[in-house]
């Protein structure tokens, strides 16, 4: 599979520092991305099947996505939507844009809108502010959040300029997408501080990915150091079937087993939920283990208990 490679002068020194770690797995191509499974996507979550103009992903009826670009400072080997990162004509034109934007302005039941890409973060903080001025003039647009790497792979971005683009009426919500304790450098967590010091809510998006955050351990460790520098984990991604991405991939059942783990042996406040984009489009939904069963409650220490 042919996918573009850029890492970040942050992501450079932590990958020359441990070449066959686990931020490095994330980052350096690897030939098995040649292997594609029978069940692997080119669009593993549907969103070509759910954008009526380009730049638009309208999946929920009260939130959409919001893609003005599709570049990233870095590129993931497991992105699921590496078919079409980095590509060429990677920004939304002003026409394209103005598209999109009149898009929303005629869906009055669009509650949210979900800034992506590609990496928002990535726009110059004029037209971060650009577009994010137009999202507060719509009316029944009540929610902004932002999906974005940048406090973890690009930190020196996180800046007074991105702050004041960052700064509207309306609630701005920051997703930050890191997957291993290592990548909350002392840099990151400066970044993660004047976000929050900026009263900006923060969340994490993790992926569950095989020879990189795969073990109970890890997992606290990472969830625990977000936890700390007021980032709440946010999703547990099970790993999309983007082609060429397989040997990232756990089974279901391993990520149960892994999150259940978790359960009783972390605070609530360290445990995302793990969810599921199920292929085509279809929405996503928590797969974590379940506790109870037939009038049978399962304790964190795994004993049975009969619940009236």
Known sequence: MDQPFAITETIAELIEADPGG???RQFVPDTREHEVAAEERADPIG????SPVKGIVHRYPDRVLLKPLLACPVYCRFCFRREVVGKKDSTLSA???DAAFAYLAAHPEIWEVILTGGDPLALSPRRLAAILARL????HVEIVRIHTRVPVVDPKRINAALLAALKIEKPVYVVIHCNHADEITAAARRGFARLADAGIPLLS???LLKGVNDDAKILETLFRALV???VKPYYLHHADLARGTSHFRTSITEGQALVGALRGRVSGLCQPTYVLDIPGGHGKVPVGP???EDGRVIDPHGCVHVYP
Do not use: G, M, T, W
Request: a neutral charge.
């Open 290 to 292: 379940s506790y109870f």
């Open 22 to 24: 686990p931020v490095a």
């Open 205 to 207: 998006q993790s992926v």
């Open 47 to 50: 969103d070509e099947r759910f």
């Open 136 to 139: 507060d003039a719509i009316p």
């Open 95 to 97: 026409k394209e844009l």
């Open 228 to 230: 700390r520098n007021r």
